[in-house]
């Protein structure tokens, strides 16, 4: 074995009697974890899961995800995360792109995605959120079966296809080897600090590098505790906050946590380090979350070709608006349209380099070179500056994307799906800001000549087509779109124009 996996298995190994990871109520070992990682590896053998070939993943967050997972990188595989808010449709399209060997989905949508799978010859198995299912059904019927052989995994390998929406609507497969995130995540458990001393406190879900790469890996290898929970709830996280001492989450985490008067010092005593990502973190949040906690939020910044780019230290190198320092390990600039660096405090294009950058998108050679510079910096999207002490500030992002509760949203695939719908002529979609989400969803509709269709009915369509977090949570009307010179739709004068009457609908 190599790679990821056994830097991981190593470190399981190494925690004795410590329990690694607390799941409902109860605390599981290293070597308990092992078993069932092996376990779970008979069954993706006994599927017919080879070194390299994609395992497709939609299902719910459990403990046994997590032994999925783990497993599908101890047989060289490739694991590909799927949103569990994605619909037939959209999953059709991640199906023949991934060429996935083995599809594992909920219960609840096999009747659904059998036929679609049977077609392309791909096996489907089941899980579900209590870890049961025809998968583990499996993989209990070999449990009295020897142990399958170790495969040799190399640090080049891949280790993970994870899809981004694309800016025309077709999303990319970001390919992630074992040594992109198995450099992230040691870098990150070194920049942050963990120990064998730390409790963290999960509740993001595992279908997003944030919750399975950025957090969970990061855990393991540093010999963390992760108290695992099943999604983000309030008063779950309030029930076992005491003697936790880290906490990941989206901005939305922390605006809800406020929302609770019971989140207050003594609350989060325990405390040593909140993390911020995903979205943008507003100062107003960043602010409240000092002044009710008495602690900073360190926010990082990160995407999913490439993990954690840059970050805050912990204590005095918190900067209050700023995403960071880069990682060890990861040259950061500020680039002109031509790639060419620009001084401090200088606004242009962010743009990375080093080894947490991925190997490029999956069967999308000529996008994948479009994203590179010659000189191997990899081109973000994003706009920033940085300042005198190395320190980078986002102010805006070139690519047209919404980021919802700390998942990205790009406005042209929702476009499509409305211009689709009968009696509407045109539509322009934008991100607003939102108190809880960072950014709210809304779609600006023209329709055509006599028609007259309810928002509702509009929301209720998109909601047949879209995973829940894409659809608009305000559908306005308008005559007639703004447009430049050049007839392309000026959103910004769009959200500008009419902020007030946004803010007034999306609640």
Not at 34 to 52: Q, W, Y
Not at 124 to 152: M, Q
Not at 260 to 271: I, Q, V
């Amino acid at each position: 074995m190599g790679g990821l996996y056994a830097a991981i298995q190593e470190a399981l190994l190494g925690s004795g009697e410590t329990a690694v990871i607390e799941w409902d109520g109860r605390a599981f070992r290293g070597q308990e974890i092992i078993n069932e990682i092996d376990l779970a590896a008979r069954a993706l053998d006994a599927s017919g899961v080879k070194r390299g070939d994609r395992v497709l993943v939609q299902a719910e967050k459990s403990l046994q995800l997590v032994f999925l997972y783990l497993a599908v990188l101890r047989q060289g595989a490739v694991f590909v995360p799927l949103n569990t808010g994605y619909r037939a449709k959209e999953f059709t399209y991640f199906l023949n792109d991934a060429l996935p060997a083995l599809v594992i989905c909920d219960p609840a949508s096999e009747a659904e995605y059998s036929a679609i799978v049977s077609e392309n010859g791909v096996a489907l198995l089941t899980l579900n959120a209590e870890g049961g299912g025809s998968f583990f059904k499996r993989a209990n019927e070999l449990r009295e079966r020897g142990s399958i052989d170790d495969v040799v995994v190399d640090s080049d390998d891949l280790a993970a296809i994870v899809y981004t929406s694309g800016t025309t609507g077709r999303s990319k497969g970001a390919m992630l080897s074992n040594a992109n995130l198995l450099s992230n995540a040691r870098t990150l458990g070194q920049v942050w600090g963990l120990t064998k001393n730390d409790v963290l406190l999960h509740t993001l879900p595992l279908y997003h590098i944030h919750g399975l790469f950025i957090s969970l890996n990061t855990a393991l290898l540093a010999g963390t505790r992760v108290r695992l929970l099943p999604r983000f709830d309030v008063n779950l996280v309030m029930d076992v906050l005491e003697g936790s001492t880290i906490f990941m989450g989206v901005p939305t985490y922390y605006v809800r946590l406020l929302a609770d008067s019971r989140f207050d010092r003594e609350a989060a005593k325990d405390l040593r380090l909140c993390i911020s990502g995903s979205a943008p973190l507003l100062t107003e949040t960043f602010d409240a979350f000092e002044e009710r906690a008495g602690k900073a939020l360190l926010e990082r910044y990160g995407m999913s070709e490439c993990g954690v780019i840059a970050s805050n230290l912990p204590g005095a190198g918190i900067r209050r608006g700023s995403v960071g320092l880069p990682l060890p390990g990861m040259e950061l600039q500020i680039a002109d349209e031509n790639g060419s660096a620009l001084p401090a405090n200088a606004i242009g294009s962010v743009e990375v380099r080093g080894v947490g950058v991925f190997r490029g998108y999956w069967q999308m050679p000529d996008k994948t070179k479009a994203e590179f510079r010659p000189d191997g910096f990899f081109i973000t999207g994003d706009l920033g500056k940085i300042d005198e002490e190395g320190y980078l500030h986002l102010v805006g992002r070139a690519k047209d994307m919404v980021i919802t509760g700390g998942l990205n949203v790009y406005p042209s695939e929702i476009e499509a799906v409305i211009n689709a719908l009968p009696a509407v002529e045109e539509s322009a979609v934008i991100g607003i800001p939102h108190a809880d989400f960072g950014e709210a969803v809304v779609a600006v509709i023209c329709l055509q000549d006599g028609e007259r269709v309810e928002a509702d009915l509009i929301i209720h369509a998109l909601k047949q087509e879209l995973a829940g977090f894409k659809v608009p949570k305000a559908v306005l009307f308008t005559d007639v779109l703004p447009r430049n010179a050049m007839g392309k739709v000026e959103k910004a004068a769009l959200r500008n124009t009419n902020a007030g009457l946004f803010a007034a609908v999306v609640k």
